[in-house]
């Protein structure tokens, strides 16, 4: 006589389907907010640790105000507010639509860059923007344009 399955297990793929709609809805309401709200302007959004400490840029900072304006269609002035980040969201983009392109065709998608030698690439180029962003020639560089 099989045993019967318990209901919390019956319930699970129920449950991360919920629990995907509930993060899809999140980040429509967090994109709302972003697209209504600037960041540049309003003291809602959180500050930068590193820059209120070291007064420097972290290789993240300028990213809320970059995806405020890229929301409403400036995509000149998200690039000057962090070229890198602009340039990774089609990266982010791919990972975040792999899982659910294979849950849409029902295929095995295969990873994306799996070697860890992509982490640390990854890692260099963060690191080095959050370098050549913080020298003093960007400052009169910035300013000449």
């Given at each position: ?130 370098i050549l962003r913080n ?11």
């Amino acid at each position: 006589m099989a045993r019967p399955v318990p209901p919390i297990v019956r319930n699970v793929r129920g449950g991360r389907r919920l629990l995907v709609w509930c993060g899809f809805a999140a980040a429509l309401a967090g994109g709302a907010i972003l697209f209504w709200v600037d960041p540049a302007t309003n003291g809602f959004y959180p500050r930068c640790y590193f820059h209120m400490i070291t007064g420097w840029d972290c290789p993240g900072c300028g990213g809320l105000r970059a995806t405020h304006q890229l929301l409403h269609g400036h995509w000149r002035e998200a690039f000057a507010l962090n070229p890198l980040f602009i340039i990774a969201l089609p990266v982010i983009g791919c990972f975040l639509a792999r899982p659910l392109l294979a849950r849409v065709t029902g295929r095995k998608i295969p990873p994306i860059l799996n070697n860890t030698i992509w982490v640390w690439i990854a890692a260099v180029i963060v690191v080095g923007f959050g370098i050549l962003r913080n020298l003093p020639w960007r400052a009169w560089l910035v300013s000449a344009g």
